[in-house]
């Protein structure tokens, strides 16, 4: 399928601000260890470098652990080994089988798509749709968002231009009762796929995380194993913030995977590893451009090889 071609060209450019970090410039982190044997001012070089990098506190300390204990016991003793170590225990982080969506035993499969305002979340959903119908499946989207003006209306345009139906109810009303009628025109209409938008919400906002917590709580009601996918939609220039968002949207709502949106150059991917490390929550998919064929399923391998690209 066409968006899927040139993954690794499409997350380079994506990581242009990560890579300066980690390998750009005289400062960077392949100039720092290439060449160098590995002693312990080194290490604590290496430390601050992935720190900058958005890697986050928990996973450098383990991978200064690692290194630090690989160095004592004589397996490592270079920089560029090092940096191979870095990829290897980086890439390992994300198993094959957790990346993929879950299965449905029974049509349709259900995915609640969730975020804070601004992350891109219904361009999210416009990607996701068009994946899905390259696949050949056939996808609802129910407008859970009764909230903010004109979410309905911005829903509807991508599922037109998609020809994906929509489902909705009334402006300001009972955003679960959008997913129950959802669910069931899902059934009765024998879509593969339903997509619940929700309204973009902060983690702090408690009475919107309790409504979010009933639109899950009514799609396992009326569809059995509902919902099968959770997307958290986490801008990848956020930063640090990407992380306080996984950890409380996946209290409220039992996030499954994430979609990483605005993956441009001036993110700072690193944060990725900051979650999967903290929440365990995997990526699943990211998105790399404006159109609904920019996506690309999470590939842990390209996503390090252009982390620490050279070029």
Same mark, same amino acid.
């Given at each position: /399928?066409?968006?899927?071609?040139?993954?690794?060209?499409?997350?380079?450019?994506?990581?242009?601000?990560?890579?300066?970090?980690?390998?750009?410039? !005289?400062?960077?982190?392949?100039?720092? #260890?290439?060449?160098?044997?590995?002693?312990?001012?080194?290490? %604590?070089?290496?430390?601050?470098?992935?720190?900058?990098?958005?890697?986050?506190?928990?996973?450098?300390?383990?991978? &200064?652990?690692?290194?630090?204990?690989?160095?004592?016991?004589?397996?490592?003793?270079?920089?560029?080994?090092?940096?191979?170590?870095?990829?290897?225990?980086?890439?390992?982080?994300?198993?094959?089988?957790?990346?993929?969506?879950?299965?449905?035993?029974?049509?349709?499969?259900? &995915?609640?798509?969730?975020?804070?305002?601004?992350?891109?979340?219904?361009?999210?959903?416009?990607?996701?749709?068009?994946?899905? %119908?390259? +696949?050949?499946?056939?996808?609802?989207?129910?407008?859970? *968002?009764?909230?903010?003006?004109?979410?309905?209306? %911005?829903?509807?345009?991508?599922? $037109?231009?998609?020809?994906?139906?929509?489902?909705?109810?009334?402006?300001?009303? *009972?955003?679960?009762?959008?997913? @129950?009628?959802?669910?069931?025109?899902?059934?009765?209409?024998?879509?593969?796929?339903? &997509?619940?938008?929700?309204?973009?919400?902060?983690?702090?906002?408690?009475?919107? /995380?309790?409504?979010?917590?009933?639109?899950? $709580?009514?799609?396992?009601? +009326? &569809?059995?194993?509902?919902?099968?996918? =959770? #997307?958290? =939609?986490?801008?990848?220039?956020?930063? +640090?913030?990407?992380?306080? +968002?996984?950890?409380?949207?996946?209290?409220?709502?039992?996030?499954?995977?994430?979609?990483? $949106?605005?993956?441009?150059?001036?993110?700072?991917?690193?944060?990725?590893?900051?979650?999967?490390?903290?929440? $365990?929550?995997?990526?699943?998919? =990211?998105?790399?451009?404006?159109?609904?064929?920019?996506?690309?399923?999470? *590939?842990?391998?390209?996503? !390090?090889?252009? /982390? @620490?690209?050279?070029?």
């Amino acid at each position: /399928m066409a968006f899927f071609k040139n993954i690794l060209a499409g997350l380079k450019k994506g990581l242009e601000k990560t890579r300066e970090t980690l390998v750009g410039g !005289v400062k960077g982190l392949r100039n720092l #260890l290439a060449g160098r044997r590995l002693d312990e001012e080194l290490i %604590q070089e290496l430390e601050s470098k992935l720190l900058q990098a958005d890697v986050g506190v928990k996973t450098t300390t383990r991978l &200064i652990e690692g290194i630090r204990a690989d160095f004592r016991d004589g397996k490592i003793k270079t920089g560029d080994e090092v940096l191979e170590y870095l990829k290897r225990e980086i890439r390992a982080m994300w198993p094959e089988g957790e990346r993929g969506l879950k299965t449905a035993e029974t049509k349709p499969l259900v &995915i609640v798509m969730t975020g804070v305002n601004g992350v891109g979340k219904t361009t999210s959903i416009a990607k996701l749709c068009r994946m899905l %119908q390259a +696949q050949g499946k056939k996808v609802l989207l129910g407008a859970c *968002d009764t909230f903010r003006a004109g979410a309905v209306a %911005q829903l509807e345009t991508w599922g $037109s231009r998609l020809g994906v139906e929509v489902v909705k109810g009334q402006q300001g009303g *009972d955003p679960a009762a959008v997913a @129950f009628d959802a669910c069931a025109a899902a059934k009765a209409r024998g879509v593969d796929v339903l &997509i619940l938008d929700t309204a973009g919400r902060l983690q702090t906002q408690d009475p919107l /995380m309790r409504q979010l917590t009933k639109i899950v $709580s009514i799609a396992g009601k +009326q &569809i059995p194993g509902a919902p099968h996918e =959770v #997307l958290l =939609v986490l801008d990848a220039t956020s930063g +640090q913030n990407a992380l306080r +968002q996984a950890e409380e949207f996946g209290k409220a709502a039992g996030v499954t995977g994430i979609f990483l $949106s605005k993956l441009d150059g001036t993110a700072k991917g690193g944060i990725v590893i900051a979650v999967r490390e903290v929440t $365990s929550i995997p990526v699943k998919f =990211v998105g790399v451009g404006e159109t609904p064929d920019d996506v690309q399923p999470f *590939d842990p391998a390209a996503f !390090v090889d252009a /982390m @620490f690209a050279i070029e």
